[in-house]
């Protein structure tokens, strides 16, 4: 990752997953959906198409995207936990956690191959979103919601930011650090196969250049 707040311009980790090529359009349908109504529940505002023999490729920005982000700035931020966050109108929570130390695939690959999540219901606050929790040292907080309020410039989003060893949405965060909690840049992809289009879910697929992807 080389992206540069400063001119929104540079290389971005996506996830590309493959629909069949006559589900492209209602593919992009949902994703436009979700976006307009939860632009929180995607990582940043941009999509990518990767044309293959017999199905297409569509990229979304991952969340680790923005740890790159972060770590070339000089803020050593760590992916901690994948997971998924309940949401309703009373309480959101981690329902399902995942260390991203302990399993060789992405969490949220495993959370959607097992059907646990509900992106669709979250539109109505009632669902289930992806989601992850990340560490940084609570020394380094200033700086960092300098570097995360320039991206939410370029289209970037936060769930959550945390103090020093808070609960965030009943995820604990070490002491002397603090979290912050983004939505799975996975989200659009699920909830496609919410709408029982087939899909083949990849994380952490590619490196793209940030401006050739297309803008919601």
């Known amino acids: 990752v080389d992206f540069d707040v400063e001119s929104a311009v540079g290389d971005v980790i ?7 090529k006559e589900s492209v359009d209602e593919s992009l349908e949902i994703i436009n959906n979700l976006y307009k109504n939860k632009p929180e529940y995607c990582i940043g505002n941009r999509y990518g198409i990767i044309d293959d023999e017999d199905k297409v490729g569509i990229a979304t920005i991952c969340s680790l995207t923005l740890d790159g982000i972060l770590v070339n700035n000089g803020i050593p931020a760590l992916p901690t936990y994948g997971g998924v966050l309940d949401i309703s109108e009373d309480k959101e929570r981690f329902i399902e956690l995942m260390s991203y130390t302990g399993s060789s695939l992405d969490p949220h690959e495993i959370f959607i191959k097992n059907n646990l999540h509900d992106i669709h219901g979250s ?6 979103i992806l989601a992850s929790v990340h560490s940084i040292p609570y020394v380094a907080r200033d700086s960092t919601l300098d570097i995360l309020d320039k991206l939410n410039e370029s289209g970037f989003e936060e769930l959550c930011i945390g103090k020093t060893n808070e609960y965030m949405y009943n995820a604990k965060i070490d002491k002397y650090h603090f979290g912050y909690v983004l939505a799975g840049g996975l989200n659009p992809i699920a909830a ?13 697929e590619k490196i793209m250049d940030y401006n050739t992807l297309e803008e919601l």
């Open 123 to 128: 539109l109505k606050n009632s669902g289930k």
């Open 14 to 20: 996506t996830n590309v997953s493959y629909v069949d």
């Open 192 to 204: 496609i196969k919410e709408k029982n289009i087939n899909t083949k879910v990849k994380s952490i």
